[in-house]
Each structure stands twice: as structure tokens, then as C-alpha cells.
């Protein structure tokens, strides 16, 4: 039978497996299978147990299940406003920036280990960023955006197919 897969949630609800899509992955809210979701990757929109169905030459597993609860109550300026897209993406993604006052600063793509794998410049007043994933194998990355003082202002995810 396959591995139990393992499932874990990043800081922005999205939880993500490291299984390759190839053996067959299924996400599950509360037990049922949630429609088109089998990706390595689920942004998660709802309270609920999820997990991962795995199924490999007719045979299943499933994770254990992970109680993920949806709240708003992080503070609204708390994170800069972002959206990072096509995602998944091939080659190129596109980093939208909605933060008042355009500043430079520092976009890095990073494994989910931490290593980092590209770097570039984030040009004052650009609110639109072209980020190549050329030279990146399929997989999972953190895209995070740092200020011209070196805080973190944006911490993304990006699935590369």
C-alpha cells in the first residue's frame, strides 16, 4: 500500500503534501472528498478536519486528520496585500502588490526547506512583479517580499507544475 502521506499547513491556510500528484491525491473536508481537489497543495476556505487520500495500483491511505479553524481576526495591516498568480504557474508568476506607499525592496523564492533559490529587486512604485520559475524544477516554493529595511512584508506560496 502507498506511505501515509503526511499534511501540513502553512501560516496563510494553505495545507500541502510533499506525495507526488502521480500516485493519485485526493483532499477530504470532514471525511468527503472535496471536488477537484488533488494537487499537492489546498488553500483551505472553511472550517473542518481535512486530509489526504493517497491512492497508489489499487490501493488507498489517508493522513491523519488536521482541524484547521477560519478567523479573521488578524489585524488588517498586519500583512501587505498581495496576490500571486498563475498558481500554479510554468515559467512565469506575477506578483501584485496593494500597499499605499510603493517602496524598493527584495523579492526571494526559497525552498520549503528555507534554501534560497532566486533573489531580485523589487523596484519603488512597481506594483506588478514578473517572477521567472524557468530554472526551478516542479514543486513547492515560499515567495517571500522584504521592505528596503529588511522587514518581511509579504510570506506567499507558489506551486510550480
Given amino acids: ?9 502553512s501560516n496563510d491556510n494553505f495545507l500541502y503534501t510533499n506525495i507526488p500528484v502521480s500516485t493519485g491525491l ?10 477537484g481537489a488533488n494537487s499537492q497543495v489546498l488553500e483551505v476556505s472553511e472550517t473542518g478536519s481535512y ?14 486528520e488536521l482541524y484547521v479553524v477560519i478567523s479573521s481576526t488578524e489585524e488588517p495591516n498586519q ?8 498558481n500554479p504557474a ?8 496593494d500597499i499605499p506607499e510603493p517602496r524598493a525592496g527584495l523579492v526571494r ?3 520549503l526547506e528555507g534554501k534560497l533559490l532566486s533573489s531580485q529587486a523589487l523596484r519603488a512604485g512597481q506594483e506588478l512583479q514578473e517572477l521567472s520559475l524557468v530554472s526551478l524544477p516542479a514543486g513547492f516554493y515560499l515567495v517571500d517580499v522584504f ?3 529588511g522587514s518581511r512584508i509579504v510570506a506567499g506560496r507558489i506551486v510550480k507544475q
Fill in 1 to 9: 500500500s502507498p506511505p501515509t502521506p503526511g499534511i501540513f499547513l
Fill in 26 to 35: 485526493q483532499w477530504l473536508l470532514n471525511g468527503e472528498p472535496i471536488p
Fill in 51 to 64: 486530509s489526504l487520500q493517497v491512492a497508489w495500483e489499487e490501493c488507498t491511505s489517508i493522513s491523519n
Fill in 79 to 86: 500583512q501587505e496585500k498581495y496576490r500571486l498568480f498563475p
Fill in 90 to 97: 510554468t515559467d512565469m508568476a506575477y506578483l501584485r502588490l
Fill in 109 to 111: 523564492i526559497s525552498s
Fill in 147 to 149: 521592505d528596503g529595511n
